[in-house]
């Protein structure tokens, strides 16, 4: 059974910076391509940022500068490192592989406040 776990959010002031991780108890977690998405209150889900398999990572207009998507393999773990972090930028974050497979799979996410 597929378990999606991120964690890492909070309440933190603009200009400020989060570490989000995702864990991903999939089987061949390094063969996929794997995003970070989130959903701010009354807006649609968006993507945010992509990492591939072979470590290539593209980004949302709106976070590029200021967040970094990387992967752990061996640890079956994504992290996004939210740098410079904007009141916009509050949403709950989601991660998972970009795969039809998934299409329909979401984890509960983890909250992120900016705020001052």
């Known amino acids: 059974q597929v378990q999606i776990v991120e964690s890492g959010g909070g309440l933190v002031q603009p200009g400020g910076s989060l570490r989000l991780s995702c864990v991903a108890s999939v089987i061949s977690f390094s063969l996929y391509d794997m995003a970070w998405y989130r959903q701010a209150p009354g807006k649609e889900r968006e993507w945010v940022a992509t990492v591939a398999a072979g470590g290539a990572t593209t980004y949302d207009d709106s976070v590029k500068g200021r967040f970094a998507i990387s992967r752990d393999n061996a640890e079956s773990t994504m992290y996004l490192q939210m740098n410079s972090l904007k009141p916009e930028d509050t949403a709950v974050y989601y991660c998972?592989?970009?795969?039809?497979?998934?299409?329909?799979?979401w984890g509960q996410g983890t909250q992120v406040t900016v705020s001052s």
């Open positions: 998972k592989p970009t795969s039809r497979s998934f299409l329909n799979y």
